[in-house]
């Protein structure tokens, strides 16, 4: 399945907007670069073209990205407000590779 890094796109009326082929959208948003992650359908099974510049992620790549956001501005356990104890490399890594097997299986 796959899980892309992408950006809003401006539309034809001047909107930022979340990309059309982007099906499965908004996830982990990075401040650095304002970047998502989503899933797009695998070329095979599309009939339009996504922009070359998107990039394509596998599980380690994704766990790499949320390391180094998490790195930048630390991820929080158990708190909607952000004021939870810092989570560690380890717990950010688990919830990544769990979130990744998720967005797969529901994309299936």
């Known amino acids: 399945m796959p899980v892309v890094e992408y950006k809003h796109h401006i539309s034809h009326m001047g909107k930022i907007e979340v990309p059309g082929w982007v099906m499965d ?8 670069d304002h970047t998502y992650l989503g899933w797009v359908l695998p070329e095979a099974d599309r009939e339009y073209l ?3 510049t998107v990039d394509e992620k596998t599980k380690a790549q994704c766990v790499t990205r949320a ?11 158990d708190s909607a407000d952000g004021t939870g104890p810092a989570m560690d490399s380890a717990a950010v890594t688990t919830m990544m590779n769990s979130w990744y097997d998720t967005i797969a299986a529901n994309n299936a």
Not at 25 to 32: I, L
Not at 68 to 76: A, E, I, K, N
């Open 67 to 77: 390391l180094v956001m998490h790195h930048t501005s630390p991820f929080t356990d």
């Open 25 to 32: 959208r908004g996830y982990w948003f990075n401040p650095a």
């Open 50 to 52: 996504i922009p070359d």
